[in-house]
Structures are given as structure tokens and as C-alpha cells.
């Protein structure tokens, strides 16, 4: 190839700017979190089909750096004007194409741009319980306001999925709504499920506990017999966190007393609004108001490193997804179905797309009673267990596997014009 064609080469590279609220830390390593694994797999994507990417995200101090040979801005901006912000600034730095990675960051009068978006889910699809109501960030005043909100955010969504030349669905919630809410903009939503990449080996041998220290709470309560409920969630109101120690206290209930599960939590709070403190605080209130015998098994272990996490599925006898909303594709119900554990989840939003009903695990009420006794059916039900997690394996090996996700998340940066120029004339 000639310099000229090499020239003419780079001119039509697409240049994909990424629109994210969080993708490296301060120390250049990208957050463990489920969303941010998705955005830098579809990043390489990108750069697989030729495109030139930057990555815009927000941060506590301006900077701009390359690691491993991606460029990755951070602007101090506020939440609220992530989109506007960093998409303005990408369009000016030359960005022909925008992807947020947060669909409901999407604003307007971006022009002269192609613009894309993942959609994670509903999040807006939070109901009021006032047995709850301490998790709230406006406690009984959420009674009142959660239905204005919910309307305002639907209308957000639906606004958003029309300045989108496409947008990628993790699940199927986002389909249905636009279905019935604004049909004419149904062929813009495209559904690609999420993946598992977890590498699950054999079972390893006692010793685990020593290369693994984090994990020695859980191969104690397995060599003394107990049964292992992993809750592989970070601590929120939303992935669970209000109704945990209810779920313990009515499972220890629920069970004769010669069969003890004891409850691990792999997560850490989560900083949604400042409400890290908030959710470690009412955790612990609650867990100071269980009873002694209900009390002894809910174990914190805080975050677990994810090289952990393949043992952790493993010596596990249950994987628990209490979620009470906010729900898109479970990577960690993925994780879990892969490894071939039975998984006890409620049916909120992507989960009803991952698991079927006593068939590859139990879907169950967003309620702890319901998750209580569906944990309990499986802890006296060792038959079960194992018809569950074959078949959840079955599943997720076949139809949640990265090089699935890879083709059908190619094809849609493929339609969003991600690729060279040259290659489509070839």
C-alpha cells in the first residue's frame, strides 16, 4: 500500500468516542464492575473492526492517559452532565461516532454524530415497601415521589432510544417498553445478551483455603458440613441489601435444625449518591437485630478479588441474586449457572431472560419469604441442586458464551458504522 493509500486509509477510520461514568481508577486498572468488563469487550470490538477509540469518563481529577494503548480521558463533571459533557467534548476532539454507555446519558443536539448506547436494564422499576423505608433515600417521602420519578425516567429512556441511531439491550426489558410505549422506534433496539468469561476449572483441593486466603470462612463451614449460600452482590438497596438479614433469619427458621446454611456476602457498599456509609451502616443495624443463632451465619467478606470467584462458585451449594430491583443480564447469576450451581433468584427484569423456572434454577417473588423458601426447598433438596446446575450449565454454555456475544455485538458495531471504510469495499 502506498502512503497516500495508507493516508487515505487512516481518514476513513472510524473514530469511536466511548461515554462512560466510570471505566479506570486512579491507577489506571478498570473498575471490577459488570458494566465496565461489558463497555472495554465491546471496546475491543471496535478496535478489532479498524475503528480509532477514545474512552470519556468522569473522574475526581482531569487526565488523560494510554494503557495498553487505549486512550482514556477523565473530565471532572457532575453525574447529571456526563452526556453533554464528555459527548461534547468528543465531538470537538473529532469523534464520529458516540457510544454511552449509559443509555439514559444520551442528551440532545449532539449533530453531525452517529450515535449508540448500551441500555443495562430498567432501573427505574423501584417499588415502595415501608418495611423498608430507611433505605430510601427520601425514607416515607419516596412513597409519594417513586411514581413521578418512574414516569419522569421512562420518558428519559424513551426520549434517549429516539436520538440513537441504534442501541444495544442487554435484556429484553428495554425492547417490550419501546414496544409498547413508542413501537415506531422497536428496530432501533437491538438485544444482545451478556456473557460469561469466568474461567470455571476442576475442583481444586483443600489446600485452596491458603492460595485463596479470602475464602477460607467458606471451606471452614464446608468441611464442618454446613451448606454454602453465596450472595455474590455488592451492597445495595436495590441488589438486596434490606431484606438480607430477613432472608437469613426466616431460612434458619424454615429448616430443620440439623441443616445449617450459612450466608456469604461477597460485595462491597456501593457509592450510588454518597450512600456507601448509608448502606454499611443499616447492615449492620440490621445484622445487630438478628437473632445469635441467625446471626452466626451471615458472613461480610467484603470484596472478593475476582481470580477468587470461579473457587467461591465451586464450594458453594446455592448462589443467592436477591435482587428487589434493577436488573438487567446477572453476570453473577451467569457466573454461578456456568459453574453449575443452583442458583435462587427473584424474577426481576433480565433475570426472567436467564433463568426458567425450575429448570436451569428457582425464579422466585421479589419478597424474603419467597426467597427464604426457595432457598430452603434447595437445601433439602440435594437432588434438585444437582438437576438445576447441570442444566444451567447446559444452558450457559451454549447460549451465554463470549464468542455468541462477540458475534452478535460485532454485528451491531458492524450496522453502527464502527468498521474501516476499506474493509467494507473489500
Request: charged content about 20%.
Amino acid at each position: 500500500m502506498s502512503v497516500s493509500s495508507r493516508r487515505n486509509a487512516r481518514a476513513l477510520r472510524p473514530h469511536v468516542g466511548f461515554v462512560t461514568e466510570s471505566f479506570l481508577d486512579p491507577s489506571g486498572t478498570v473498575f471490577e464492575g459488570g458494566a465496565e468488563r461489558h463497555l472495554l469487550h465491546l471496546i475491543n470490538v471496535a478496535t478489532g473492526l479498524g475503528a480509532t477509540v477514545t474512552v470519556y469518563q468522569r473522574g475526581l481529577q482531569p487526565d488523560r492517559r494510554a494503557v495498553d494503548g487505549l486512550d482514556v480521558v477523565t473530565e471532572r463533571v457532575p453525574v447529571s452532565q456526563v452526556g453533554r459533557a464528555l459527548g461534547t467534548k468528543a465531538r470537538a476532539e473529532g469523534c464520529t461516532h458516540l457510544h454511552f454507555q449509559y443509555l439514559e446519558r444520551v442528551p440532545r443536539g449532539l449533530d453531525k454524530v452517529s450515535i449508540t448506547a448500551t441500555a443495562h436494564a430498567v432501573y427505574w422499576d423501584v417499588p415502595y415497601d415501608d418495611r423498608y423505608r430507611k433505605w430510601y433515600p427520601g425514607r416515607r417521602l419516596s412513597a409519594a415521589a417513586l411514581p413521578l420519578w418512574r414516569y419522569r425516567q421512562l420518558s428519559r429512556y424513551l426520549l434517549a432510544v429516539g436520538r440513537c441511531q441504534r442501541v444495544l439491550a442487554t435484556d429484553t426489558s428495554l425492547l417490550r417498553l419501546v414496544q409498547s410505549h413508542r413501537p415506531a422506534l422497536r428496530d432501533r433496539v437491538e438485544v444482545v445478551k451478556n456473557f460469561t468469561d469466568l474461567p470455571i476449572g476442576d475442583p481444586a483441593s483443600r489446600g485452596v483455603a491458603e492460595a485463596e486466603p479470602a475464602l477460607a470462612p467458606l471451606v471452614l463451614q464446608r468441611d464442618q458440613g454446613h451448606l454454602v449460600v453465596l450472595v455474590p452482590r455488592n451492597l445495595s438497596f436495590v441488589r438486596g441489601g434490606a431484606w438480607l438479614c430477613e432472608i437469613v433469619e426466616r431460612t434458619a427458621q424454615l429448616l430443620p435444625r440439623e441443616i445449617a446454611c450459612h450466608f456469604f456476602l461477597t460485595g462491597v457498599p456501593v457509592d450510588v449518591y454518597g450512600n456507601a456509609s448509608k448502606y454499611r451502616r443499616l447492615l449492620e443495624r440490621d445484622m445487630c437485630r438478628m437473632s445469635s443463632q441467625a446471626r452466626a451465619r451471615l458472613h461480610v467478606l467484603g470484596g472478593l478479588p475476582r481470580t477468587a470467584m470461579p473457587r467461591a462458585y465451586q464450594l458453594s451449594t446455592v448462589v443467592l441474586i436477591p435482587t428487589f430491583a434493577h436488573e438487567g443480564t446477572s453476570l453473577a447469576a451467569l457466573e454461578a449457572m456456568g459453574a453449575g450451581v443452583a442458583v435462587v433468584a427473584t424474577n426481576i427484569g433480565g433475570l426472567n431472560d436467564v433463568i426458567e423456572d425450575d429448570v436451569t434454577g428457582l425464579l422466585v417473588a421479589p419478597s424474603p419469604e419467597a426467597v427464604a423458601r426457595g432457598i430452603a426447598t434447595l437445601a433439602q433438596n440435594p437432588a434438585q441442586r444437582a438437576r438445576l446446575g447441570q442444566a444451567a450449565r447446559q444452558l450457559v454454555s451454549v447460549a451465554f458464551t463470549y464468542e455468541k456475544w462477540a458475534a452478535r455485538a460485532e454485528a451491531f458495531a458492524r450496522r453502527a458504522g464502527w468498521t474501516a471504510r476499506e474493509e467494507d469495499q473489500a
